[in-house]
């Protein structure tokens, strides 16, 4: 054997057993570029060629490219090994066993206050009325001047009233829906429509009273509309609402929109009308204001008063909803609790 394929064999033994002997991935990466990379030792091997007696050439060509197969062989062995053990130590750090009880997810249902919302929605659709999308942010002019609330009136007061600018505001009423009603239909006739949506004032919220609150409107203009149609309607509503056995009572009362106004009384569902804590011992729970809407409202809103009448209602979403579910604190509706919510599965 002649030097030059000693030298051929030396480097083979020697990059096979350091390749073999690498105990990690990154010194392995090392020894592929020292002897395996283009620039690598066992590549350059051929450059000796020139030096090589004519009739040894193939017998050394036929060396160096066993050496070359030889310790690229080790090298994807090691390769192969490394690989092996990343891949059992992965599996081993991301095992699960599957005998262990799974995360339990708590499960909420719909708020009650969209319960209350689409319960009294679905009544009054059933009564044919139409559902208008209302806007949070209004004027002033349909907020207050076209319902009749003069300039003085203490709800333009800045303490009740969310304002933007001079003439924007956040609707402090949803019965803004219903001047923007009259005065889109006018002069086509009739309106059947309610009005569901959020109204704001500016309160300390606490457990009857918040910031925000829902509210749903109604509003009926047609020609000889009386208010024995709105104790009608009430009263239907009231039995669909709170069961067959529930009677309203209407007591006088004062909005700047409806003339004559009423506060409408509902017979307590707790006790039938007998007393209890939940009506305060009077046998009956306030639930809504309404009244016919008020000739000047119609005036402004482009309605002769002379040839048409209507009444409006207001329904307290939240209201109801404490008084149906018995809850006891407002700001339950709007915390997002799903052990509250929770409650209310399957209702």
Known sequence: MSQITEKVAALEEEATSRIQAA???????????????KKGEVSSLMSLMREVPNEEKASFGQAV????????????????????????????????????????????????????????????????????????????????????????????????????????????????????????????????????GKAYRRDDDDMTHSHQFAQIEGLVIDKNISIANLKATLELFAKKMFGEKREIRLRSSYFPFTEPSVEVDVSCFNCGGKGCAMCKGTGWIEILGAGMVNPKVLEMCGYDPNEYSGFAFGVGVERVAMLRYGVDDIRRFYQNDVRFLKDYVGK
Do not use: W
Request: net charge negative; with cysteine; aromatic share 8%.
């Open 65 to 196: 490219n066993a050496c070359k197969n030889n310790v690229t062989k080790a090298y994807n062995e090691k390769k192969e090994a490394f690989e092996k053990e990343e891949l059992a130590a992965k599996l081993a750090n991301e095992k699960i066993d599957v005998t262990l009880p799974g995360n339990t997810l708590q499960q909420g249902h719909i708020n009650p206050y969209y319960l209350i919302i689409d319960e009294v929605t679905d009544i009054f659709l059933d009564m044919g009325y139409e559902v208008v999308e209302g806007r949070d942010v209004e004027t002033d002019r349909f907020n207050f001047e076209l319902l009749n609330v003069p300039k003085d009136h203490p709800s333009r007061d800045m303490q009740d009233t969310f304002y933007i600018s001079e003439e924007l505001l956040l609707r402090t009423q949803t019965s803004a829906a219903q001047a923007h009603t009259m005065c889109d239909k006018n002069p086509k006739g009739p309106i059947k429509m309610i009005c569901p």
């Open 23 to 37: 105990s990690k991935k990154e010194e392995l990466n090392e020894l592929f570029a020292k002897y395996l990379s």
